[in-house]
Protein backbone atom coordinates (compact mmCIF):
# COMPACT_ATOMS: atom_id res chain seq x y z
CA UNK A 1 0.00 0.00 0.00
CA UNK A 2 1.30 3.04 -1.11
CA UNK A 3 2.29 5.76 1.66
CA UNK A 4 1.50 9.43 2.28
CA UNK A 5 2.67 11.19 -1.06
CA UNK A 6 3.99 14.83 -0.78
CA UNK A 7 5.70 17.34 -3.32
CA UNK A 8 8.11 19.30 -3.20
CA UNK A 9 10.06 17.74 -0.81
CA UNK A 10 12.31 21.30 -0.74
CA UNK A 11 11.61 24.81 -1.33
CA UNK A 12 13.51 27.96 -0.93
CA UNK A 13 11.63 31.39 -1.76
CA UNK A 14 11.86 35.05 -0.93
CA UNK A 15 9.75 36.61 2.12
CA UNK A 16 6.32 37.64 0.53
CA UNK A 17 6.42 35.43 -1.90
CA UNK A 18 3.74 32.67 -2.05
CA UNK A 19 3.96 28.80 -2.17
CA UNK A 20 1.92 25.95 -1.98
CA UNK A 21 2.52 22.32 -1.18
CA UNK A 22 0.56 19.26 -2.35
CA UNK A 23 -0.82 15.74 -0.60
CA UNK A 24 -1.71 12.68 -2.05
CA UNK A 25 -3.22 10.62 1.11
CA UNK A 26 -3.85 6.47 1.47
CA UNK A 27 -5.50 5.50 -0.70
CA UNK A 28 -9.18 5.38 1.16
CA UNK A 29 -8.21 7.38 4.40
CA UNK A 30 -11.30 9.93 4.66
CA UNK A 31 -9.67 12.33 6.78
CA UNK A 32 -6.37 14.42 5.54
CA UNK A 33 -4.18 16.92 8.28
CA UNK A 34 -1.60 19.00 7.60
CA UNK A 35 0.93 20.02 10.13
CA UNK A 36 3.57 22.21 11.23
CA UNK A 37 7.05 21.10 12.46
CA UNK A 38 9.17 24.62 13.15
CA UNK A 39 12.87 23.22 13.75
CA UNK A 40 13.44 21.30 17.36
CA UNK A 41 9.70 21.29 18.15
CA UNK A 42 7.00 19.02 17.58
CA UNK A 43 4.26 19.10 15.08
CA UNK A 44 1.50 21.68 14.86
CA UNK A 45 -1.90 20.59 13.69
CA UNK A 46 -2.97 23.67 10.81
CA UNK A 47 -6.15 22.22 9.86
CA UNK A 48 -7.86 18.58 9.16
CA UNK A 49 -10.28 17.76 6.55
CA UNK A 50 -13.15 14.96 7.13
CA UNK A 51 -13.17 14.47 3.29
CA UNK A 52 -13.81 17.45 1.46
CA UNK A 53 -14.83 19.66 4.47
CA UNK A 54 -12.70 21.48 7.01
CA UNK A 55 -12.89 19.71 10.62
CA UNK A 56 -10.75 22.13 12.63
CA UNK A 57 -8.52 25.07 11.14
CA UNK A 58 -8.50 26.82 14.24
CA UNK A 59 -4.98 27.47 14.38
CA UNK A 60 -4.37 28.04 11.02
CA UNK A 61 -2.83 32.16 10.25
CA UNK A 62 -5.94 32.24 8.20
CA UNK A 63 -4.59 35.93 6.67
CA UNK A 64 -1.65 33.96 4.90
CA UNK A 65 -2.47 30.17 5.10
CA UNK A 66 -5.21 28.61 2.90
CA UNK A 67 -5.88 25.14 2.42
CA UNK A 68 -8.38 22.68 -0.02
CA UNK A 69 -9.15 19.65 -0.43
CA UNK A 70 -11.84 19.61 -3.53
CA UNK A 71 -12.46 15.88 -4.36
CA UNK A 72 -11.67 14.76 -0.80
CA UNK A 73 -8.84 13.49 -2.03
CA UNK A 74 -5.32 14.96 -2.92
CA UNK A 75 -5.00 18.49 -0.74
CA UNK A 76 -3.48 21.68 -1.50
CA UNK A 77 -1.51 24.17 1.37
CA UNK A 78 -0.87 27.61 0.21
CA UNK A 79 1.08 30.49 1.79
CA UNK A 80 0.94 34.21 0.55
CA UNK A 81 2.48 35.96 1.47
CA UNK A 82 5.53 34.59 3.52
CA UNK A 83 7.40 35.04 6.36
CA UNK A 84 10.80 34.06 7.59
CA UNK A 85 9.00 32.45 10.62
CA UNK A 86 7.02 30.03 7.93
CA UNK A 87 10.36 28.37 7.81
CA UNK A 88 9.58 25.05 8.97
CA UNK A 89 8.55 21.21 7.94
CA UNK A 90 5.14 21.03 6.36
CA UNK A 91 3.71 17.75 7.02
CA UNK A 92 0.66 15.86 5.83
CA UNK A 93 -0.95 13.14 7.26
CA UNK A 94 -3.99 11.02 6.80
CA UNK A 95 -6.26 8.68 8.47
CA UNK A 96 -9.03 6.27 8.21
CA UNK A 97 -12.68 7.38 8.99
CA UNK A 98 -15.09 4.72 10.28
CA UNK A 99 -14.50 2.79 13.25
CA UNK A 100 -12.35 3.50 16.55
CA UNK A 101 -9.82 5.91 16.38
CA UNK A 102 -7.16 5.52 13.43
CA UNK A 103 -3.29 5.99 13.46
CA UNK A 104 -2.74 8.66 11.16
CA UNK A 105 -0.08 8.34 9.06
CA UNK A 106 2.57 10.57 7.82
CA UNK A 107 4.48 11.77 4.50
CA UNK A 108 8.19 13.06 4.03
CA UNK A 109 7.21 16.32 4.44
CA UNK A 110 7.79 19.46 2.80
CA UNK A 111 10.93 21.23 3.94
CA UNK A 112 10.17 25.23 3.87
CA UNK A 113 12.73 27.95 3.66
CA UNK A 114 11.67 31.52 3.25
CA UNK A 115 15.11 34.11 3.04
CA UNK B 1 -6.32 21.45 27.44
CA UNK B 2 -3.91 18.69 26.77
CA UNK B 3 0.05 18.57 27.09
CA UNK B 4 2.26 16.39 26.54
CA UNK B 5 5.92 17.22 27.94
CA UNK B 6 9.47 15.34 27.12
CA UNK B 7 11.95 16.34 29.15
CA UNK B 8 14.70 14.66 28.01
CA UNK B 9 15.72 17.22 24.83
CA UNK B 10 18.82 14.86 23.88
CA UNK B 11 20.41 11.51 24.65
CA UNK B 12 23.62 9.71 23.85
CA UNK B 13 24.08 6.10 24.39
CA UNK B 14 26.22 3.66 23.00
CA UNK B 15 24.88 0.56 20.79
CA UNK B 16 23.75 -2.07 22.62
CA UNK B 17 22.95 -0.42 25.85
CA UNK B 18 19.51 0.37 26.94
CA UNK B 19 17.53 3.84 26.99
CA UNK B 20 14.28 4.78 28.32
CA UNK B 21 12.29 8.06 26.81
CA UNK B 22 10.14 9.72 29.33
CA UNK B 23 7.09 11.15 28.59
CA UNK B 24 4.76 13.01 30.67
CA UNK B 25 0.86 13.79 29.19
CA UNK B 26 -1.89 16.23 30.72
CA UNK B 27 -5.43 15.83 30.20
CA UNK B 28 -8.92 15.80 32.20
CA UNK B 29 -10.16 13.39 29.77
CA UNK B 30 -10.75 9.62 30.97
CA UNK B 31 -10.85 8.33 27.56
CA UNK B 32 -7.55 9.21 25.43
CA UNK B 33 -4.86 7.45 22.97
CA UNK B 34 -1.19 7.77 23.17
CA UNK B 35 1.34 7.13 20.49
CA UNK B 36 5.11 7.08 19.32
CA UNK B 37 6.32 8.15 16.46
CA UNK B 38 10.17 7.93 15.01
CA UNK B 39 11.43 10.53 12.94
CA UNK B 40 14.40 9.64 11.27
CA UNK B 41 16.86 12.26 9.53
CA UNK B 42 14.45 11.80 6.05
CA UNK B 43 11.66 13.21 8.03
CA UNK B 44 8.93 11.70 8.07
CA UNK B 45 7.23 10.28 10.81
CA UNK B 46 6.89 6.65 11.39
CA UNK B 47 4.22 5.59 13.84
CA UNK B 48 5.53 3.00 16.69
CA UNK B 49 3.02 2.58 18.82
CA UNK B 50 -1.17 3.58 19.89
CA UNK B 51 -2.00 2.79 23.04
CA UNK B 52 -5.87 3.67 24.67
CA UNK B 53 -6.59 4.46 28.11
CA UNK B 54 -8.65 2.10 29.25
CA UNK B 55 -5.66 -0.74 28.28
CA UNK B 56 -2.45 -0.13 31.07
CA UNK B 57 -0.93 -3.52 30.16
CA UNK B 58 2.60 -3.00 28.71
CA UNK B 59 3.78 -4.02 25.78
CA UNK B 60 6.73 -5.46 23.79
CA UNK B 61 8.09 -5.55 20.01
CA UNK B 62 10.96 -6.50 19.60
CA UNK B 63 13.78 -4.59 21.15
CA UNK B 64 10.87 -1.56 21.60
CA UNK B 65 8.62 -1.58 24.60
CA UNK B 66 6.18 0.66 26.57
CA UNK B 67 5.43 1.88 29.89
CA UNK B 68 1.78 2.94 30.38
CA UNK B 69 1.33 4.04 34.12
CA UNK B 70 -2.00 6.34 34.85
CA UNK B 71 -1.86 6.71 37.82
CA UNK B 72 1.65 9.08 36.97
CA UNK B 73 0.49 10.13 33.61
CA UNK B 74 3.25 8.58 32.13
CA UNK B 75 4.03 6.76 28.77
CA UNK B 76 7.47 5.58 28.65
CA UNK B 77 9.61 4.15 25.85
CA UNK B 78 12.49 1.69 26.04
CA UNK B 79 14.76 0.51 23.51
CA UNK B 80 16.54 -2.53 24.14
CA UNK B 81 20.28 -3.26 22.50
CA UNK B 82 19.92 0.25 21.22
CA UNK B 83 21.49 -0.28 17.58
CA UNK B 84 22.70 2.56 15.27
CA UNK B 85 19.72 2.84 13.10
CA UNK B 86 17.54 3.71 16.10
CA UNK B 87 19.11 7.39 15.96
CA UNK B 88 16.29 9.65 15.51
CA UNK B 89 13.86 11.86 17.28
CA UNK B 90 11.12 10.33 19.11
CA UNK B 91 7.68 12.05 19.79
CA UNK B 92 5.22 11.10 21.94
CA UNK B 93 1.35 12.38 21.31
CA UNK B 94 -1.99 12.10 23.00
CA UNK B 95 -4.93 12.56 21.35
CA UNK B 96 -8.72 12.67 22.50
CA UNK B 97 -11.62 11.14 21.62
CA UNK B 98 -14.36 12.82 19.85
CA UNK B 99 -14.66 13.86 16.67
CA UNK B 100 -11.71 16.50 16.27
CA UNK B 101 -9.12 13.81 17.17
CA UNK B 102 -6.14 16.04 16.97
CA UNK B 103 -2.83 14.92 18.14
CA UNK B 104 -1.02 17.37 20.38
CA UNK B 105 3.24 16.39 20.46
CA UNK B 106 5.55 16.56 22.78
CA UNK B 107 8.70 18.71 21.62
CA UNK B 108 10.42 15.30 21.37
CA UNK B 109 13.60 13.20 22.58
CA UNK B 110 17.16 13.38 19.72
CA UNK B 111 18.35 9.96 20.64
CA UNK B 112 21.65 9.33 18.84
CA UNK B 113 23.18 6.19 19.51
CA UNK B 114 27.15 5.91 19.23
CA UNK B 115 28.89 2.61 17.68
Request: some cysteine.
Given at each position: ?????????????????????????????????????????G?????????????????????????????????T?????????????Y????????????????????????? | ????????T?????????????????????????????????????????????D????????Y?????????????????S???????Y?????????????????????????
Amino acid sequence: EAGVAQSPRYKIIEKRQSVAFWCNPISGHATLYWYQQILGQGPKLLIQFQNNGVVDDSQLPKDRFSAERLKGVDSTLKIQPAKLEDSAVYLCASSQLKGSLKTQYFGPGTRLLVL
Amino acid sequence: AQKVTQAQTEISVVEKEDVTLDCVYETRDTTYYLFWYKQPPSGELVFLIRRNSFDEQNEISGRYSWNFQKSTSSFNFTITASQVVDSAVYFCALCLSGSARQLTFGSGTQLTVLP
